[in-house]
Antibody, heavy 121, light 109 residues
Framework: QVQLVQSGAEVKKPGASVKVSCKAS????????MHWVRHAPGQGLEWMGI????????TYAQKFQGRFTMTRDTSTGTLYMELSSLTSEDTAVYYC??????????????WGQGTLVTVSS | QSALTQPRSVSGSPGQSVTISCTGT?????????VSWFQQNPGKAPKLMIY???KRPSGVPDRFSGSKSGNTASLTISGLQVEDEADYYC??????????FGGGTKLTV
């Protein structure tokens, strides 16, 4: 069965960087784009970015450009996100998601369990 | 892009129907038939309920249906059940490999 298992919770100081992983299993990782979405406390969901199946093309939401990086390792079936220059506003649960093939809808039918990133001095 | 506009809350009684709206612009909702809807319970990952405006993933009850008119998409839940109480988010493709969510709607049953 398809599973996306994310790394554990992180606590970071303002100005630091955080790297979160998402290990995929149960399907052919190299055939699917992948997305990151975050959910800040008391806020709505926020799309962050997409990476193509081979990992050589990414698109990020304008808000995160310059401090957000998505990568993937097809040999291990692992997706990564790194967010730098953290502020308290980056405190959120970060989710990876796998989309339905063949649609431009954000049809994320499988999600990781979420990783809480807390930014606090 | 600006977030899509959803009502902050809607409510209904068991057995009734409710509709949640999601208003965007011609650059997102109105420009593409790529709207999805997610259900989220507290502390849980979102669950895909509708994609491509009207399609339901396997396992989603047919009580959930989607539609779109112009720049506004809608999610209708018929035969409300207590377990439908959750937050609901719409999301639209906005071109150039970018997506935008709505602010979310809290459904009370």
């Amino acid at each position: 069965q398809v599973q996306l298992v994310q790394s554990g919770a992180e606590v970071k100081k303002p100005g630091a960087s955080v790297k979160v992983s998402c290990k995929a299993s149960g399907y052919t990782f190299s055939k699917y784009h992948m997305h990151w979405v975050r959910h800040a406390p008391g806020q709505g969901l926020e799309w962050m970015g997409i990476i193509n199946p081979s990992g050589d093309s990414t698109t990020y939401a304008q808000k995160f450009q310059g401090r957000f990086t998505m990568t993937r390792d097809t040999s291990t079936g692992t997706l990564y996100m790194e967010l730098s220059s953290l502020t308290s506003e980056d405190t959120a649960v970060y989710y990876c998601g796998r989309p339905i093939i063949g649609s431009f809808s954000l049809g994320l039918d499988y999600w990781g369990q979420g990783t809480l990133v807390t930014v606090s001095s | 892009q600006s977030a899509l506009t959803q009502p902050r809350s809607v409510s209904g009684s068991p057995g009734q129907s409710v509709t949640i709206s999601c208003t965007g612009t011609s650059s997102d909702v109105g420009g593409y038939n790529f709207v999805s809807w997610f259900q989220q319970n507290p502390g849980k990952a979102p669950k895909l309920m509708i994609y491509d405006v009207i399609k339901r993933p396997s396992g989603v009850p047919d009580r959930f249906s989607g539609s779109k008119s112009g720049n506004t998409a809608s999610l209708t839940i018929s035969g409300l059940q207590v377990e439908d109480e959750a937050d609901y988010y719409c999301c639209s493709y906005a071109g150039s490999f970018s997506w935008v969510f709505g602010g979310g709607t809290k459904l009370t049953v």
